[in-house]
Nanobody
Framework: QVQLVESGGGSVQPGDSLRLSCTAS????????MGWFRQAPGRERELVAA????????????YVAASVKGRITIFKDNAKPKVYLRKNRLKPEEPAVYYC??????????????WGQGTQVTVSP
């Protein structure tokens, strides 16, 4: 059973930065791709960033959605093991629930099979 636990959500002000973290088992980290999704009210869940377990010349090790490129960084600490999402310059229209997810295989592309419970991010003055 794969378990993912997110933390770091909460209420922030516009322009603030935020770092979310996701804890997974060490076995999951070594063989699975990890992704961060967000779901805003009334909208579908979307992938905002992902990271593969290994580098590949055909498949970059990280992915960041075009809509947030330049404001989001995904990185991981294999020793802990945790995967982080750092988001800068948050906007008032960006409240959402952020989910950590994982899938088997070396690519971040495709269907994610396991999900965390989600962490709420609220942006307000």
């Amino acid at each position: 059973q794969v378990q993912l636990v997110e933390s770091g959500g909460g209420s922030v002000q516009p322009g603030d930065s935020l770092r979310l973290s996701c804890t997974a088992s060490r076995r999951t980290f070594s063989s699975n791709a990890m992704g961060w999704f967000r779901q805003a009210p009334g909208r579908e869940r979307e992938l905002v960033a992902a990271i593969s377990p290994t580098d590949s010349s055909d498949d970059p090790s990280t992915y960041v959605a075009a809509s947030v490129k330049g404001r989001i960084t995904i990185f991981k600490d294999n020793a802990k093991p945790k995967v982080y999402l750092r988001k800068n310059r948050l906007k008032p229209e960006e409240p959402a629930v952020y989910y950590c997810a994982t899938k088997e295989g070396s690519t971040w592309r495709g269907l994610y099979e396991y999900w965390g419970q989600g962490t709420q991010v609220t942006v307000s003055p």
